[in-house]
């Protein structure tokens, strides 16, 4: 760890007050705060207390008179072959008129607005617009299904449902209308009103009376809206955002105003290191936490350009990311670790076939970065690619490198050092005590958390402090639930999640460990392991594993061989104690839809069990292709 880097993180955490008074700068305030925390009541937080503040305002309206022409978004669908832009002027434009809108379907400040919409410019100004309400968004990604939307309406209890006709993905049109109807009927508590934007895809819709209501239609009648912007204390909610449930039952988190415009402000220029003006191109989808803070209002705050992207990373060809950074001349670009490992199965001459001269970092979350697709894409791309770790509660990075502070050197498989704000441990899970250097243990946060991260769960403050800060008795941390690890450089690792450990003869062996040491043979794309049940040894792993070269696994002969080649790769690198019991190739992981491992579901598959919760699953294929693994089809 280097010196610019640990004073910068010391005063954050021992001069928290002057700190966060810093950033506060580099957002608008209509009415200055009195005080920068109101830490009276742990483990919750209250930042910049009785500021007031708009998110929408900070985001659009204060950039119009310095950059009004400047692009603001650009729509690029490869599903639907549009590319449309909006200057800060248009977006300006653009978001009073829905904010009109929303207004006369009855939406006030507080009520929440439910966006159930796929990566369009639409969704952005819905969002927006309830900001400048003061109305609390809750974005529920696109490919749930009707029972996961109904669970989240009732959690919210929506006064307004805003939807399009349909999404699409890999070219096949997947209608909304039909999955919003029926979430309704299933919910308690419905919203009044359903607003549908037509796509023009060739849908059959039939329109509920006094509840749907056309966009277009209703459009026409708020031209040239102007509506003002809600002056909101820093504590009021801005929205709610259900976790990926990898783990569960999905949890609302809260976010607040103040605190999280701060953050995302912050986290562009310390961070991404993104100025004003410059172009950021985040892949994710605006469903998840990482679209929220990256392609929305961290990129907008800080005056960016940002780039909203429908479609998958390999059609027309495993290029098109590439060909966009070459034409729009991205600066930043944000990525997860599930869609390079599906670039990883493809041509690697597509890294090079654009010019990516305006490219200085792409960065990688949601998921562990094993090295050897960390050395890949960085390799490939010549560029630094820095892996950060973060949670949909924090909403910004905990773990990562900060370019913006110091350049520090890149460790493959590391998300380097704690960020800014983040008093970090490590503690030893059977007395809170804290752990050595190269020793395992749980990531925890000292409260209180920094601006930007979650306040509570909505509507259960209870559950709040249940969930996350009751792990020790000896102490009120927050606990993150993952494993890590710090080396002497100061360097941390995440080793996968704590309910991720299995228990082979006594011996405590993260699944992530044992996933790292499979993908260490070269002809593995990507590996889910699990702990299963064995009457001898307590649980054995068991390796999923899908190969970039299926030539090699054609025959039954070369399955088996194969199979020994990565054994004794883990028994290289982990030793025998962590080789999997069998490894079975499959084409295909189940994932959530956010593209995280459901580990939870393939155990529960290879134990005999039901495999639970399966609202987030992305595609049932997988676990079909899991079950005919297990039984040696
Ligand atoms: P739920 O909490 O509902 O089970 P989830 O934890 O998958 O869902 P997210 O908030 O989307 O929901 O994911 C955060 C988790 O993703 C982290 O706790 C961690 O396990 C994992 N993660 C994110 N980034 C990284 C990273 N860079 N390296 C390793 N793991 C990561
Ligand atoms: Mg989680």
Same mark, same amino acid.
Request: some cysteine; hydrophobic content about 40%.
């Given at each position: 760890?280097?010196?610019?880097?640990?004073?910068?993180?010391?005063?954050?955490?021992?001069?928290?007050?002057?700190?966060?008074?810093?950033?506060?700068?580099?957002?608008?305030?209509?009415?200055?705060?009195?005080?920068?925390?109101?830490?009276?009541?742990?483990?919750?937080?209250?930042?910049? %207390?009785?500021?007031?503040?708009?998110?929408?305002? @900070?985001?659009?309206?204060?950039?119009?008179?310095?950059?009004? !022409?400047?692009?603001?978004?650009?729509? =690029?669908?490869?599903?639907?072959?549009?590319?449309?832009?909006?200057?800060?002027?248009?977006?300006?434009?653009?978001?009073?008129?829905?904010?009109?809108?929303?207004?006369?379907?009855?939406?006030?400040?507080?009520?929440?607005?439910?966006?159930?919409?796929?990566?369009?410019?639409?969704?952005?100004?819905?969002? +927006?617009?309830?900001?400048?309400?003061?109305?609390?968004?809750?974005?529920?990604?696109?490919?749930?299904?009707?029972? *996961? +939307?109904?669970?989240?309406?009732?959690?919210?209890?929506?006064?307004?449902?805003?939807?399009?006709?349909?999404?699409?993905?890999?070219?096949?049109?997947?209608?909304?209308?039909?999955?919003?109807?029926?979430?309704?009927?299933? *919910?308690?508590?419905?919203?009044?009103?359903?607003?549908?934007?037509?796509?023009?895809?060739?849908?059959?819709?039939?329109?509920?009376?006094?509840?749907?209501?056309?966009?277009?239609?209703?459009?026409? #009648?708020?031209?040239?809206?102007?509506?003002?912007?809600?002056?909101?204390?820093?504590?009021?909610?801005?929205?709610?955002?259900?976790?990926?449930?990898?783990?569960?039952?999905?949890?609302?988190?809260?976010?607040?105003?103040?605190?999280?415009?701060?953050?995302?402000?912050?986290?562009?220029?310390?961070?991404?290191?993104?100025?004003?003006?410059?172009?950021?191109?985040?892949?994710?989808?605006?469903?998840?936490?990482?679209?929220?803070?990256?392609? =929305?209002?961290?990129?907008?705050?800080?005056?960016?350009? *940002? =780039?909203?992207?429908?479609?998958?990373?390999?059609?027309?060809?495993?290029?098109?990311?590439?060909?966009?950074?070459?034409?729009?001349?991205?600066?930043?670009?944000?990525?997860?670790?599930?869609?390079?490992? %599906?670039?990883?199965?493809?041509?690697?001459?597509?890294?090079?076939?654009?010019?990516?001269?305006?490219?200085?970092?792409?960065?990688?979350?949601?998921?562990?970065?094993?090295?050897?697709?960390?050395?890949?894409?960085?390799?490939?791309?010549?560029?630094?690619?820095?892996?950060?770790?973060? #949670?949909?509660?924090?909403?910004?990075?905990?773990?990562?490198?900060?370019?913006?502070?110091?350049?520090?050197?890149?460790?493959?498989?590391?998300?380097?050092?704690?960020?800014?704000?983040?008093?970090?441990?490590?503690?030893?899970?059977?007395?809170?005590?804290?752990?050595?250097? !190269?020793?395992?243990?749980?990531? %925890?946060?000292?409260?209180?958390?920094?601006?930007?991260?979650?306040?509570?769960?909505?509507?259960?403050?209870?559950?709040?402090?249940?969930?996350?800060?009751?792990?020790?008795?000896?102490?009120?941390?927050?606990?993150?639930?993952?494993?890590? =690890?710090?080396?002497?450089?100061?360097?941390?690792?995440?080793?996968?999640?704590?309910? !991720?450990?299995? @228990?082979?003869?006594?011996?405590?062996?993260?699944?992530?460990?044992?996933?790292?040491?499979?993908?260490?043979?070269? @002809?593995?794309?990507?590996?889910?392991?699990?702990?299963?049940?064995?009457?001898?040894?307590?649980?054995?792993?068991?390796?999923?594993?899908?190969?970039?070269?299926?030539?090699?696994?054609?025959?039954?002969?070369?399955?088996?061989?194969?199979?020994?080649?990565?054994?004794?790769?883990? !028994?290289?690198?982990?030793?025998?104690?962590?080789?999997?019991?069998?490894?079975?190739?499959?084409?295909?992981?189940?994932?959530?839809?956010?593209?995280?491992?459901?580990?939870?579901?393939?155990?529960?598959?290879?134990?005999?069990?039901?495999?639970?919760?399966?609202?987030?699953?992305?595609?049932?294929?997988?676990?079909?292709?899991?079950?005919?693994?297990?039984?040696?089809?």
């Amino acid at each position: 760890m280097t010196q610019r880097y640990a004073e910068f993180h010391r005063r954050s955490i021992e001069d928290r007050d002057g700190f966060w008074r810093e950033q506060a700068m580099l957002i608008d305030w209509e009415k200055p705060f009195d005080r920068v925390l109101d830490y009276s009541r742990p483990p919750f937080a209250r930042w910049f %207390v009785g500021g007031l503040t708009n998110l929408c305002h @900070n985001a659009v309206d204060r950039h119009l008179a310095l950059r009004g !022409d400047q692009k603001a978004l650009i729509w =690029i669908s490869t599903e639907v072959d549009k590319t449309e832009s909006f200057t800060y002027r248009q977006l300006h434009e653009q978001v009073n008129r829905v904010a009109a809108m929303m207004l006369s379907l009855g939406v006030k400040r507080g009520d929440r607005v439910i966006i159930y919409m796929p990566n369009m410019p639409e969704a952005v100004f819905a969002i +927006l617009a309830c900001a400048r309400l003061g109305a609390i968004h809750s974005v529920v990604f696109g490919g749930f299904a009707a029972a *996961s +939307l109904a669970a989240r309406i009732d959690d919210a209890r929506p006064t307004l449902l805003v939807t399009a006709d349909g999404g699409s993905r890999m070219g096949k049109v997947i209608a909304y209308k039909p999955l919003v109807d029926e979430a309704i009927r299933l *919910s308690k508590y419905p919203p009044a009103k359903v607003l549908i934007f037509r796509r023009g895809f060739d849908l059959q819709m039939a329109n509920v009376a006094q509840r749907d209501v056309d966009w277009a239609d209703l459009a026409r #009648q708020y031209e040239r809206a102007e509506v003002p912007c809600a002056w909101l204390e820093s504590s009021e909610p801005s929205y709610i955002l259900y976790t990926s449930g990898t783990t569960g039952k999905p949890k609302g988190v809260q976010r607040d105003t103040g605190g999280h415009a701060v953050a995302m402000a912050a986290s562009m220029k310390y961070i991404y290191c993104g100025a004003a003006g410059e172009t950021i191109f985040t892949t994710s989808d605006i469903g998840w936490a990482v679209g929220h803070s990256y392609i =929305i209002y961290a990129p907008l705050i800080a005056g960016l350009t *940002s =780039i909203l992207y429908e479609g998958v990373p390999i059609r027309p060809d495993a290029g098109v990311w590439w060909k966009i950074v070459q034409e729009y001349k991205v600066n930043v670009m944000f990525s997860a670790p599930t869609a390079i490992r %599906v670039l990883k199965k493809h041509d690697p001459a597509f890294l090079q076939k654009y010019d990516l001269s305006s490219l200085r970092h792409l960065f990688l979350a949601g998921e562990p970065l094993d090295e050897s697709t960390h050395a890949w894409i960085s390799e490939g791309l010549g560029k630094p690619v820095i892996d950060h770790y973060w #949670q949909t509660e924090t909403g910004w990075p905990v773990l990562t490198a900060l370019p913006g502070v110091e350049k520090t050197p890149i460790k493959y498989g590391s998300p380097s050092f704690p960020a800014y704000g983040y008093d970090l441990k490590l503690l030893r899970e059977a007395d809170a005590s804290e752990a050595d250097a !190269d020793e395992k243990a749980v990531v %925890v946060i000292e409260p209180p958390l920094p601006p930007g991260c979650m306040t509570t769960i909505w509507g259960d403050d209870e559950r709040f402090v249940k969930t996350y800060f009751s792990t020790f008795t000896k102490k009120l941390v927050y606990s993150t639930f993952d494993w890590g =690890i710090r080396d002497r450089e100061g360097y941390y690792f995440i080793l996968g999640r704590t309910d !991720d450990v299995i @228990n082979v003869a006594g011996h405590r062996l993260g699944t992530r460990e044992i996933e790292e040491a499979v993908q260490s043979h070269a @002809n593995i794309a990507e590996v889910a392991v699990v702990g299963v049940a064995d009457a001898l040894k307590g649980q054995i792993p068991v390796a999923f594993a899908v190969v970039k070269d299926n030539a090699k696994i054609a025959t039954a002969a070369q399955k088996s061989a194969h199979e020994k080649e990565v054994m004794a790769a883990v !028994d290289a690198q982990l030793g025998a104690i962590g080789r999997p019991a069998r490894v079975h190739f499959v084409s295909l992981l189940p994932k959530t839809r956010s593209g995280k491992l459901l580990r939870r579901s393939i155990q529960a598959l290879a134990e005999g069990r039901d495999p639970g919760d399966l609202t987030t699953l992305e595609d049932p294929g997988a676990l079909e292709q899991i079950r005919a693994a297990l039984k040696g089809r």
